[in-house]
């Protein structure tokens, strides 16, 4: 089951167009999924329980992706045998210059994830940089990515560029968030004021009565207009016309033939 957490007006969202929550049971040994086209944006994926993939690019539960689709690619998304999944798949606006770059893949595994413990709180940075932590992850559109746990009554303060767009979305329990302390509780999103005229804003999280995981996403908003219409992301219609196009006649390559330099394993 693949549950929308945002999607709606992108000119409130920018630079994110959608996230989707997918769980799944699989019962049985047939493989599911299959291969599909994307362009003009990013896809990031982040596996938060299971399997999936192909050998080129498996992911286990807390590894990362970021799939530059740009000009134009195929992947594979696979999922093979009996198994519960959950992912976190956000499509990520591309920066209008860099709308249309050589497709790239970075894949970040667990063990490679930036991660800090302190004071009840656990921090794992899969973009950007947050308390202390760098990812690796190169992003053409700035992008903080945090998976937060935060034990019962446990605070974390925390700086982020203020012009961002930023929401947490809670996967456990319940999150304090702001002097204000609104509550956030499982499965529901909290979106965080932009302010233009600061460079930072801060977050202040706690845990609540049986503490809480979350996941923050900020990005810096484009600015620009978008055209979107099933796996593609344009400038215009003229756009989504010549990719579809491109995809029937088969211009579009699998992500497995791109060169090596534009698979990055961190």
Known sequence: MASPVIQGDFRE???FIALMDDRLTKQ???????????????TVSLLLEGEMGDDAHRMEGGDLQLMTAGSGIIHTETIEGKLSMRLLQLWLNL???NRWVSPRVQDLPLAKVPTLTQDGAEIKVYSGSLAGLTSPIQNY???LIADI???????????IPASYTAFVYVLEGSIQVGDEAGEV?????????????????????AGGKTGGRLVLYAGEPQGDPIV????????TQDDIRRLYQEYRQGKMNHIATVPASQRILW
């Open 13 to 15: 969202s920018d630079p």
């Open 28 to 42: 049985t040994d047939q493989p599911a999924g299959g291969p599909h086209p994307h362009a003009g944006f990013e």
């Open 95 to 97: 920066p209008k210059k």
């Open 141 to 143: 559109t700035p992008l």
């Open 149 to 159: 746990r935060l034990q019962p009554g446990a605070t974390t303060v925390q700086h």
């Open 185 to 205: 509780h499982q499965d529901q999103v909290g979106w965080l004021n932009r302010d233009s005229t600061e460079p930072v804003s801060e977050l202040r999280l």
């Open 228 to 235: 979107s219409y099933g796996p593609f992301i344009g400038d």
